[in-house]
């Protein structure tokens, strides 16, 4: 179960930080990546980041967010400045396996959501 913090209502131009605490270790060898959801919108990535610690970022993001993530601590973050909003969503953490007690578990593993909400 990932866990995620940090959300919250926020004017235009102000900044929060999400985290997303993964169980278990190993985060190093796994990708991770944030998603979003507006209110009658699809989800969609926002940004992600390979083991390899390469991050991408979709266009409307770019140059606000940071996505990075803390491997000794099995936890990730999404840096966000300058909000819109626009950025008004449910965030969402995704993790593409982890391990735990010695069971490693594939395929994507998601966050429960967490609410930001931009407005002046």
């Known amino acids: 179960q990932l866990v995620e913090s940090g959300g919250g209502s926020v004017q235009p131009g102000e900044s929060l930080t999400l985290s997303c605490v993964i169980p278990g270790t190993l985060l190093r060898v796994f990708a991770v990546a944030w998603y979003r959801q507006a209110p009658g919108k699809q989800r969609e990535l926002v940004a992600d980041?390979?083991?390899?610690?390469?991050?991408h970022y979709i266009d409307s993001v770019k140059g606000r967010f940071t996505i990075s993530r803390d491997n000794p601590r099995n936890t990730m973050y999404l840096q966000m400045n300058s909000l819109k909003p626009d950025d008004t969503a449910v965030y969402y953490c995704n993790v593409d396996g982890y391990y735990t007690d010695g069971v490693y578990y594939p395929g994507e593993s998601w966050g429960q959501g967490i609410q930001v909400t931009v407005s002046s």
């Open positions: 980041n390979s083991p390899g610690n390469i991050a």
